[in-house]
């Protein structure tokens, strides 16, 4: 595996290469990170991988200086798993060595609701570096995972009306043997933290098992399952249903005839926030 920090240094390593699959992180990899390399590398050779803390996607008051920095580890994990011909790890200097005055802003109407709401800002730091990176790497896949199910509608939407030439791959959210959705801050938790955690995603699927079972009534699901987490001592940011195409609220119609819909949830337990969702589907 190359490991490159340059935006040139990159460029002279992909040259000449069509068929590029690229996985943006932020490092501190862990098995549902390895997930996308092993999916990125059935669609495309060479596989990228960039490990960059992006500062535009961070709120003031968030975790951007406490964010988990493992360079060292994150190489060996990918030199031990061979999916990966080149590693970008810029730093800050090289994505941004000037303010960056022209960003990405989605759409409010996605782009502000659910996560945008609670993380102003948010949706546009993660375009904008994202864009960033497609213009380094030039890839024809990139792949993204579940977990993060909004960001992920957000770029493909970005791709579709710059008509960029990159096919978004989605993976499954990847969970540990309880439920609980892999992600780069869980090892914020507590011992007491890590053994409520899995709550979250045993919520998600009471809500999926009501809908399956008929219930139409998505403000009472919704208000039902914040009031069971925060009685467990969760702070509850939202738990929302939305319709999976384009995460709006869907009307009693759509609710009927079985419109495919998706559950997602924001909470923080003790000082970590987690962030999940379930697709749903009626039986």
């Not at 920095?69 to 941004?96: G, H, Q, S, W």
């Not at 957000?154 to 439920?179: K, S, W, Y």
């Not at 995603?201 to 399952?225: F, K, N, P, R």
């Amino acid at each position: 595996m190359k490991v490159v920090h340059t935006i040139e240094e990159l460029r002279d390593q992909l040259r000449g290469q069509l068929r590029v699959a690229f996985v943006p992180t932020m490092g501190n990899l862990h098995p549902a990170h390895l997930a996308l390399m092993k999916l990125a590398r059935q669609h495309g050779d060479p596989v990228v991988a960039s490990i960059f803390v992006n500062r535009l996607q961070f709120g003031p008051n968030e975790d951007f200086d406490q964010y988990p920095r493992t360079l060292a580890a994150d190489i060996e994990k990918l030199e031990r798993e061979r999916d990966v011909y080149v590693l970008f790890a810029p730093n800050e200097r090289e994505m941004y060595p000037e303010p960056q005055n022209f960003q990405v802003q989605p759409p409010s109407d996605l782009g502000g609701i659910l996560e945008g709401e609670f993380r102003p800002g948010f949706f546009g730091g993660v375009s904008t570096v994202v864009l960033k990176l497609f213009s380094c790497v030039q890839p024809s896949v990139a792949v993204f995972g579940k977990k993060d199910y909004q960001q992920l509608m957000v770029i493909r939407n970005m791709c579709r009306q710059f008509q960029l030439p990159v096919n978004i791959l989605a993976h499954e959210t990847v969970r540990d043997a309880d439920g609980l959705a892999l992600s780069s801050r869980n090892v914020f938790l507590q011992p007491a933290e890590r053994a409520e955690a899995p709550q979250l995603y045993a919520t998600l699927q009471s809500v999926q098992a009501d809908i399956q079972a008929g219930s139409t009534d998505i403000h009472a699901l919704e208000g039902q399952a914040v009031q069971a987490l925060n009685s467990r001592g969760w702070d509850v940011d939202y738990i929302s249903l939305r319709r999976q195409r384009d995460l709006l609220v869907p009307s009693q119609e759509e609710l009927s005839a079985g419109e495919p819909l998706v559950v997602l949830a924001a909470a923080k337990l003790g000082g970590t926030r987690l962030i999940d969702n379930l697709e749903v589907c009626k039986k």
